[in-house]
T-cell receptor
Framework: KQEVTQIPAALSVPEGENLVLNCSFT??????LQWFRQDPGKGLTSLLL?????REQTSGRLNASLDKSSGRSTLYIAASQPGDSATYLC????????????FGAGTILRVKS | NAGVTQTPKFRILKIGQSMTLQCAQD?????MYWYRQDPGMGLKLIYY???????DKGEVPNGYNVSRSTTEDFPLRLELAAPSQTSVYFC???????????FGNGTRLTVT
């Protein structure tokens, strides 16, 4: 059974710092991996999608990498801002019928001004 | 495009009552999913659908039912509500398995 773990559970950093969020998964047979952002009381917003054949994706100050063989992904946020404060979740799509997503519990990020 | 629309935003139910959570998407997506999110936990899959007329159980389907009569709509039915069903419910959709997943804003349900 696929399990997704995110470390750390919470992170507090000063504004301007570069930071890395970690995601690990137990079964390397995935279709893709997606990083989401969730603001309090809101739905999830897709940040980056990495297909299983890709190694990384970039969008603005965000860079996500994928190492399928070791079951790891990282989300790198450059020059963090208070507006980046949110919960970040990663999810893997399974190869099987329906391509269901399995989510990690998330990392709560607080960027202090 | 409205994206994925969920109604209602909030609801309080008494134990044993029933209700339907509505979900509609206007992106012509084939795949639709219902998740629940409990505090400090990841999202758990309740039911999913890969197209109109096709539905399948997810990880936590007990106490719920779904239907998918059209591509656009994917309602979630709660029968005989229980306190364990207090949660935030999210509907999501995507065009196919390799596409990004789009979420609605959620329905916050309390059962007392």
């Amino acid at each position: 059974k696929q399990e997704v773990t995110q470390i750390p559970a919470a992170l507090s950093v000063p504004e301007g710092e570069n930071l890395v969020l970690n995601c690990s998964f137990t079964d390397s047979a995935i279709y893709n991996l997606q990083w989401f952002r969730q603001d309090p009381g809101k739905g999830l917003t897709s940040l980056l999608l990495i297909q299983s054949s890709q190694r990384e994706q970039t969008s603005g100050r965000l860079n996500a990498s994928l190492d399928k063989s070791s079951g790891r992904s990282t989300l790198y946020i450059a020059a963090s801002q208070p507006g980046d404060s949110a919960t970040y979740l990663c999810a893997v799509s399974l190869m099987e019928y329906g391509n269901k997503l399995v989510f990690g519990a998330g990392t709560i990020l607080r960027v202090k001004s | 495009n409205a994206g994925v629309t969920q109604t209602p935003k909030f609801r309080i139910l008494k134990i044993g009552q029933s209700m339907t959570l509505q979900c509609a998407q206007d992106m012509n997506h084939n795949y639709m999913y219902w998740y629940r999110q409990d505090p400090g936990m990841g999202l758990k899959l309740i039911y999913y659908s890969v197209g109109a007329g096709i539905t399948d159980k997810g990880e936590v389907p007990n106490g719920y039912n779904v239907s998918r009569s059209t591509t656009e709509d994917f309602p979630l039915r709660l029968e005989l509500a229980a306190p364990s069903q207090t949660s935030v419910y999210f509907c999501a959709s995507r065009r196919q398995g390799g596409s990004p997943l789009h979420f609605g804003n959620g329905t916050r349900l309390t059962v007392t």
